[in-house]
């Protein structure tokens, strides 16, 4: 199993411009999530769900948008990019409702928005 | 929503010594308490986790104790070692659905 992937690693963006990461996983796991990392803040989700056709937002949704067409990918759209949003981007996806909340966390994506 | 408060912000210790983290929880309803370590880089791992059931749980030199009464649970690894020098989150759950992190503690072990 590849676990959770991530891409790109890496992305630079001008204020305004859109891109999607992208989150894979091959568990087959229900729960899928977003968070980004903030120096000094922690991580803090963006958006999650719960099975295909399923989202719902978290602390933190503005300016990001999700869909979940397909139990294995859940990828994260930003329809027009701003500074505040560089950050370290987290996908994560749990075996949801099996009483197991264990999070298994993608590497991550870097990005950088100028 | 859920508030999650962690202690220390940074811990240096000497190898060999025991280190402590405590967090604290504000929603009563939380019921999952699982602990991760990030390495400079890396994703956030899980080291060891906690539910409301259960007071105490300890795997090697890792150990976490949960104080619902309290509304704080606290991570306790004994022996420090360098590989132990990372970044250590805590995080509260109550529905499996969102989890509140806390604001991480830079553990840094002196050999």
């Known amino acids: 199993n590849a676990g959770v992937t991530q891409t790109p690693k890496f992305q630079v963006l001008k204020t305004g411009q859109s891109m999607t990461l992208q989150c894979a996983q091959d568990?087959?796991?229900?729960?899928m999530s977003w968070y980004r990392q903030d120096p000094g803040m922690g991580l803090r989700l963006i958006h999650y769900s719960v099975g295909a056709g399923i989202t719902d937002q978290g602390e933190v949704p503005n300016g990001y948008n999700v869909s979940r067409s397909t139990t294995e990918d859940f990828p994260l759209r930003l329809l027009s990019a701003a500074p505040s949003q560089t950050s370290v981007y987290f996908c994560?996806?749990?075996?949801w409702g099996k009483g197991l909340e264990t999070q298994y966390f993608g590497p991550g994506t870097r990005l950088l928005v100028l | 929503g859920e508030n999650v408060e962690q202690h220390p912000s940074t811990l240096s210790v000497q190898e060999g010594d025991s280190a402590v983290i405590k967090c604290t929880y504000s929603?009563?309803?939380?019921?999952?308490f699982p602990w991760y370590k990030q390495e400079l880089g890396k994703r956030p791992q899980l080291i060891i986790d906690?539910?409301?059931?259960?007071g105490e749980k300890k795997d090697q030199r890792i150990a976490v104790t949960l104080n619902k009464t309290a509304k704080h649970f606290s991570l306790h690894i004994t022996e420090t070692q360098p590989e132990d020098s990372a970044v250590y989150f805590c995080a509260a759950s109550n529905t499996g659905n969102q989890f509140y992190f806390g604001t991480g503690t830079s553990l840094t072990v002196i050999p």
């Open positions: 568990m087959n796991h229900e729960y």
């Open positions: 929603d009563s309803a939380s019921n999952y």
């Open positions: 906690i539910r409301s059931n259960v």
């Open positions: 994560a996806s749990t075996p």
